[in-house]
């Protein structure tokens, strides 16, 4: 959190809600444990979760989030958040922020996925009908262009992870992704964020795909970091059958999984321990994986 963030509690909470949704006044107000690094969720009740942006760039996706989240959804094969009431900058909190209906489920915590075969299956065909979806005047996505666009940005993360990881290795398995070639279809729907911490497992299955900040039209390549963000190695080629994409859109997916994990480490090793434990793991994946095959 940066030092603009405002501070936000169980007590702003409540005043917000009792001011804004006088129905909902007196449930229990509860922190949900998070690493989300955009948002703040506080359970409400039983039924609902009250999320507030932690920046004004993350207020402004919530708000692409609420118009075509309800567009996207009867076409997805699992729940995604649904809005049920929307408040205004009030109580020194200065963003709109929202409540939504409650989904049952926790992040999956990666080397402990009970069903990583159904997970994966689950995870092909959630891809699948996102990018199936009309896209007509859908937004771009901000992850949705080349990975040469990012190449300034990843080698300096590079460069400040010297000593941390292997670099030599990272900045191979870069330039292998940088070397495929693009893609030249038209730009389908993607979530262009499915980590752990955007995903719910209730009962070892999918139970719902959650913070759709990143959507938009873009490159569906970059749905695969989901590959190595989550999937253990052993179930990894039956996602990719399942999709299936070509080698240089496999190749592209693991290289957009670098790149964020390489930012992210360098970002958040000294600022959020879960955040800098995944890109950790990210990492490793993606140089084991490009060592067995490149």
């Known amino acids: 959190m940066s030092s603009g963030t405002p501070r936000v509690d169980a007590a702003l909470v409540r005043r917000l809600i009792a001011a804004q949704f006088p129905q909902w006044a007196g449930l229990p107000v509860e922190a949900v444990d998070s690493?989300?690094?955009?948002?703040?969720?506080?359970?409400?009740?039983?039924?609902?979760?009250?999320?507030?942006?932690?920046?004004?760039?993350?207020?402004?996706?919530?708000?692409?989030?609420?118009?075509?989240?309800?567009r996207l959804a009867p076409s997805l094969p699992v729940p995604v958040p649904v809005r049920l009431g929307e408040g205004t900058p009030a109580e020194g909190y200065p963003?709109?922020?929202?409540?939504?209906?409650?989904i049952e489920g926790e992040n999956p915590v990666v080397g402990r996925i009970a069903e990583p075969g159904a997970l994966a299956t689950a995870l092909a065909e959630f891809v699948l009908a996102l990018r199936g979806v009309d896209p007509a005047g859908g937004p771009p996505s901000y992850r949705g262009g080349s990975l040469k666009d990012r190449d300034a940005e990843t080698r300096d993360a590079l460069a400040d992870l010297r000593g941390v990881i292997d670099t030599a290795a990272a900045a191979a398995a870069w330039e292998t992704a940088l070397r495929a070639p693009e893609r030249s279809g038209?730009?389908?729907?993607?979530?262009?964020?499915?980590?752990?911490?955007?995903?719910?497992?209730?009962?070892?299955?999918?139970?719902?795909?959650?913070?759709?900040?990143?959507?938009?039209?873009?490159?569906?390549?970059?749905?695969?970091?989901?590959?190595?963000?989550?999937?253990?190695?052993?179930?990894?080629?039956?996602?990719r059958a399942a999709l299936p994409p070509?080698?240089?859109?496999?190749?592209?997916?693991?290289?957009?999984?670098?790149?964020?994990?390489?930012?992210?480490?360098?970002?958040?090793?000294?600022?959020?321990?879960?955040?800098?434990t995944v890109a950790h793991h990210v990492i490793a994946e993606v140089l084991a994986d490009a060592a067995r095959t490149d």
């Open 35 to 70: 690493a989300g690094t955009s948002n703040v969720m506080y359970r409400l009740g039983e039924d609902l979760v009250v999320r507030l942006p932690r920046e004004s760039g993350s207020a402004d996706e919530v708000a692409k989030e609420d118009v075509w989240l309800p």
């Open 95 to 102: 963003w709109r922020w929202a409540v939504y209906r409650w």
């Open 186 to 239: 038209p730009p389908v729907w993607i979530h262009a964020d499915l980590q752990p911490g955007n995903l719910l497992l209730h009962r070892g299955r999918l139970s719902a795909v959650i913070d759709f900040e990143c959507l938009g039209l873009g490159d569906p390549a970059v749905d695969l970091i989901v590959a190595w963000y989550v999937l253990p190695a052993e179930v990894r080629d039956a996602f």
């Open 246 to 276: 070509d080698d240089a859109a496999w190749a592209r997916g693991r290289g957009w999984a670098l790149s964020i994990a390489l930012m992210e480490l360098s970002y958040y090793r000294d600022r959020n321990r879960r955040m800098a």
